[in-house]
């Protein structure tokens, strides 16, 4: 079992930033291969950005990429994305994720409740 618990988010104004944290427990943090997604309002969940444990690479959606950065701190269990240059279309609910198999297949993942990121115009 993995326990994931987002925080960070609130409402921002249009070229803003914002700096979210997923704290994980349950299993050995920098072994993990981690992600974030985002789900806007009537829309399906979407990737955003995913950092592994391998090589710490990341990956981003092409929407985000420039703007965001996602990074971790082994040491203190915590993942998180810095989000810079917002705009209104980044509104979402935004979830870190963890694979439950070692497949690295996020449609079958731990999943933290979320959190809320508004951006304003």
């Known amino acids: 079992q993995v326990q994931l618990v987002e925080s960070g988010g609130g409402l921002v104004q249009v070229g803003g930033s914002l700096r979210l944290s997923c704290v994980a427990s349950?299993?050995?943090?920098?072994?993990?291969?981690m992600a974030w997604f985002r789900q806007a309002p009537g829309k399906a969940r979407r990737f955003v950005s995913e950092i592994t444990s391998a090589t710490g690479s990341p990956t981003y959606a092409d929407s985000v990429k420039g703007r965001f950065t996602i990074s971790r701190d082994n040491a203190n269990n915590t993942l998180y994305l810095q989000m810079n240059s917002l705009l209104p279309e980044d509104t979402a609910v935004y979830y870190c994720a963890v694979p439950r198999g070692t497949n690295g297949n996020y449609a079958d993942a731990y999943w933290g409740p979320g959190t809320r990121v508004t951006v304003s115009s």
């Open positions: 349950g299993r050995t943090f920098s072994t993990l291969d």
